[in-house]
Nanobody, 122 residues
């Protein structure tokens, strides 16, 4: 079984920064593609960023390009999402997830964390 645990969410003013962490445990993750998703109230859960544990195949959704950076620390089995220049529209619950393949498709992710709330005030 795979366990994913997000942390680092909170309340920040527009223009501020947060770093989310996703700690993985339970299995070897060297072959998993790790993604960050977010879901705002009344909206679909959307892909934000993804990365292989090897560090390749990094993708971002267009709205966060140039502001968010995904990275990983293999020694700690942790994936990070550095979020800069935050906007009120970035407010959402952010989820970490793991997939067998490099994909932005939510349904292809097998394992999910419980989510962490990010709120950006204007």
């Amino acid at each position: 079984q795979v366990q994913l645990a997000e942390s680092g969410g909170g309340l920040v003013q527009a223009g501020g920064s947060l770093r989310l962490s996703c700690a993985a445990s339970g299995r070897t993750f060297s072959n998993y593609y790790m993604g960050w998703f977010r879901q705002a109230p009344g909206k679909e859960r959307e892909f934000v960023a993804g990365i292989y544990w090897s560090g390749v195949n990094i993708y971002y959704t267009d709205s966060v390009k140039g502001r968010f950076t995904i990275s990983r620390d293999n020694a700690k089995n942790t994936v990070y999402l550095q979020m800069n220049s935050l906007r009120p529209e970035d407010s959402a619950v952010y989820y970490c997830a793991a997939s067998d393949i490099s994909t932005m498709t939510r349904s292809r992710y097998k394992y999910w964390g419980q989510g962490t709330q990010v709120t950006v005030s204007s």
